[in-house]
Nanobody, 125 residues
């Protein structure tokens, strides 16, 4: 069974940093784009960052550009999200996602086949 498991969420203060990790099991995603989304209460999940299979192309939401960095380690079936200069408005449940098809650039839409269960990030002022 394919699983994506996020970790690294927690409670931090504004201006702090946090690193989220997502490990896949059940299959590899070496050829698939992966992404991070986040969801605020009462809202749909929104795109945060995406990365191609080889890590050569990345994409970020305007709200996190310059503060967040997505990376991956295919040998470990791992995708990470480094978050810096966190703001209270970054508070959300963060999800990792994997594309069902190979060779595509990450999409900013919720068109990913595989999703983790999410990890809570809370930023206090």
């Amino acid at each position: 069974q394919v699983q994506l498991v996020e970790s690294g969420g927690g409670l931090v203060q504004a201006g702090d940093s946090l690193r989220l990790s997502c490990v896949a099991s059940g299959r590899t995603f070496y050829g698939n784009a992966m992404a991070w989304f986040r969801q605020f209460p009462g809202k749909e999940r929104e795109f945060v960052a995406g990365i191609t299979w080889n890590g050569r192309f990345t994409d970020y939401a305007d709200s996190v550009q310059g503060r967040f960095t997505i990376s991956r380690d295919n040998a470990k079936n791992l995708v990470s999200l480094e978050m810096h200069s966190l703001k209270p408005e970054d508070t959300a449940v963060y999800y990792c996602a994997a594309d069902q098809e190979v060779g595509r650039r990450p999409s900013t839409r919720e068109e990913y086949m595989y999703w983790g269960h999410g990890t809570q990030v809370t930023v206090s002022s």
